[in-house]
C-alpha cells in the first residue's frame, strides 16, 4: 500500500496544486456590433495543462444566427509546448456543425467520436496522418497563456477529427509595452474545393501588451473575414 501511495501522490498532487491558472474573457465585434462573446479557462500543473474555451452569441445575432463552441483539452506540457492527449469539440458556425473527441498516441490523433456523420469525400483526410498536429483548444490556448516571450514567430498546424488548418504567426514587432505579430489563418487539407476558392488563407493580427509581472498577455485579435473587419477584445 505505501508503495503503491508513493506512485499516485505525485501524479495527483500534479494536479491538486496548479503552478499558474487562466481566466479570460473577450468581446467579438463586427463594426460597433457586439456580436459574440468568448471565455477561456485554464490550468497548468508542473507537467500537464487542462484548458476549455466557449463561444456564444449575443443580442439580436444571437436570435437570427445562434453560433456556439465549446472546446476541451488536457495533455501535457514540456517548457512552452503543449502535448494534448485527450480532447472534446463541439462546434456550429451556423454554416457547419462538428462535435469530436480525439485521443492522441505519441503525437498522433486518434477519432474516439465524430457526428455528424458525413459520407466520403475525394478530399478527406485520415487521422492516422495527422501526427504532430495540435487540436484547436490547444492551439488557442498557446496564443493566450502568458509567458515571458510573446508566442510569435512560429507555425501550428491544427487538426479537429476532419479538417488539417495552419496557424502561422510572424515574429513581433515589440514597442515598450506593447507588442504585434501578423499572421495567416490557412486551409491545409479536408477542405472541399469549394471551400478552398472561398479562402485557403485569412490573414489576422494578434495585439499583446506585457502585464506588471513582465508577461505578455494576449489583448485583441483582429482579422478581416468574408464579412467583414472582426475584432476579438480582450477584457482585462
Same mark, same amino acid.
Given at each position: ?8 501522490? =505525485?501524479?495527483?498532487? *500534479?494536479?491538486?496544486?496548479?503552478? *499558474? ?13 457586439? /456580436?459574440?462573446? #468568448?471565455? #477561456? ?7 500537464? &495543462?487542462? $484548458? ?9 445575432? %444571437? ?8 472546446? *476541451? ?15 472534446? %469539440? ?11 473527441? !480525439?485521443?492522441?498516441?505519441?503525437? #498522433?490523433?486518434?477519432?474516439?467520436? !465524430? $457526428?455528424?456523420?458525413? =459520407?466520403?469525400? =475525394? ?6 496522418? @495527422? ?40 515574429? $513581433? ?6 507588442? +504585434? ?6 486551409? /491545409?487539407?479536408? &477542405?472541399? =474545393?469549394?471551400?478552398? @476558392?472561398?479562402? +485557403? ?7 499583446? +501588451?506585457?502585464? $506588471?509581472?513582465?508577461?505578455? +498577455?494576449?489583448?485583441?485579435? /483582429? ?8 475584432? #476579438?477584445?480582450?477584457?482585462?
Amino acid at each position: 500500500m505505501r508503495r503503491l501511495a508513493c506512485l499516485v501522490l =505525485p501524479f495527483a498532487l *500534479s494536479f491538486a496544486a496548479p503552478v *499558474s491558472a487562466l481566466e479570460a474573457r473577450f468581446e467579438v465585434r463586427y463594426g460597433i456590433l457586439h /456580436v459574440a462573446d #468568448v471565455t #477561456v479557462s485554464a490550468t497548468e500543473g508542473a507537467q500537464d &495543462y487542462a $484548458a476549455e474555451g466557449h463561444v456564444v452569441t449575443t443580442g439580436l445575432v %444571437g436570435l437570427l444566427r445562434e453560433v456556439h463552441l465549446d472546446l *476541451s483539452v488536457e495533455g501535457t506540457r514540456q517548457g512552452d509546448s503543449l502535448r494534448p492527449r485527450h480532447y472534446r %469539440g463541439d462546434v456550429d458556425t451556423g454554416r457547419r456543425q462538428i462535435q469530436s473527441e !480525439l485521443a492522441y498516441d505519441a503525437g #498522433v490523433p486518434r477519432i474516439l467520436a !465524430l $457526428a455528424p456523420p458525413e =459520407p466520403a469525400h =475525394p478530399w478527406d483526410i485520415a487521422a492516422a496522418d @495527422q501526427g504532430g498536429t495540435l487540436d484547436p483548444m490547444s492551439a488557442l490556448y498557446t496564443l493566450l497563456r502568458p509567458r515571458a516571450e510573446t508566442p510569435c514567430g512560429q507555425v501550428l498546424d491544427l487538426f479537429d477529427g476532419r479538417r488539417h488548418s495552419r496557424l502561422r504567426v510572424e515574429a $513581433a514587432h515589440v514597442s515598450g509595452d506593447a507588442a +504585434q505579430c501578423s499572421g495567416a489563418y490557412i486551409r /491545409v487539407g479536408g &477542405y472541399s =474545393p469549394t471551400e478552398l @476558392q472561398d479562402y +485557403q488563407a485569412l490573414a489576422f493580427s494578434l495585439d499583446y +501588451q506585457r502585464d $506588471a509581472d513582465g508577461d505578455w +498577455q494576449l489583448a485583441r485579435i /483582429v482579422t478581416h473575414t468574408p464579412y467583414g473587419r472582426m475584432r #476579438v477584445i480582450r477584457q482585462f
